[in-house]
Structures are given as structure tokens and as C-alpha cells.
């Protein structure tokens, strides 16, 4: 099981930039891959970014491609998500989410975090 606590929201005008961290314990970071969701009101969870167990790949969501960057830190156990030219549309909750695979992660993660909210004023 690997326990998720993500960091790094808040406020921020359209146009700013913003890092979200996701720091994870219980097991092997290494092994498994991350990714990035998230829940604007009213909205069903979308995914937003991934990352494979090595870094070598990275899945990023239309919406914010160009924009987004995802990376990790296996030395660290902690996962990135580079936030820039953040839209008002962007405004949500961020829940870091883990998975087996990017297929798993996208479809069924096993573990999430508990979430950190990110507002973007127009």
C-alpha cells in the first residue's frame, strides 16, 4: 500500500504558474507508476498527467499539454506536476494518484492522496 499527500496548491492569478509535490511512503516508489487527477465542482474526475516508474515516459492530458510537466524524484519518493499559464478552467482539486501501470493508474489507481485545491483567478 503507498500512502499519497500531495502539497502545493492555492491561488493564483490566470496566466501564473504553480508545482504541486506528491509525496509518497510505504513502499517502493520506484516500482510503480504516478500520475495527477483532477475535480472541478460539479465535474467527474479527469485524468490529468502520468508518469511511468522510471521517468522515461510521461502521458499528459490535451487540455494541458504545453502547460503541464510532470517528473519524479525516486530518490525522494516524490512526484511533480509544473503547473504554467494556468487557466481559470484549471481551477480544481489536484489528487496524486498511483498504479501498477499508466494503464492501471488511468483505468484503477490502488492509492490516492487526500488532495490540495488550486484556484485560478480570471
Known amino acids: 500500500q503507498v500512502q499519497l499527500v500531495e502539497s502545493g496548491g492555492g491561488l493564483v492569478q490566470a496566466g501564473g504558474s504553480l508545482r504541486l509535490s506528491c509525496a509518497a511512503s510505504?513502499?517502493?516508489?520506484?516500482?510503480?507508476?504516478m500520475g495527477w487527477f483532477r475535480q472541478a465542482p460539479g465535474k467527474e474526475r479527469e485524468f490529468v498527467a502520468g508518469?511511468?516508474?522510471?521517468?522515461?515516459?510521461?502521458y499528459l492530458a490535451d487540455s494541458v499539454k504545453g502547460r503541464f510537466t510532470i517528473s519524479r524524484d525516486n530518490s525522494k519518493n516524490t512526484v511533480y506536476l509544473q503547473m504554467s499559464s494556468l487557466k481559470p478552467e484549471d481551477t480544481a482539486v489536484y489528487y496524486c494518484?498511483?498504479?501498477?501501470?499508466?494503464?492501471?493508474?488511468?483505468?484503477?489507481?490502488?492509492?490516492w492522496g487526500q488532495g490540495t485545491q488550486v484556484t485560478v483567478s480570471s
Open positions: 494518484a498511483s498504479g501498477i501501470t499508466i494503464p492501471k493508474l488511468t483505468t484503477t489507481p490502488g492509492s
Open positions: 508518469i511511468t516508474w522510471s521517468g522515461g515516459s510521461t
Open positions: 510505504g513502499r517502493a516508489l520506484s516500482m510503480i507508476a
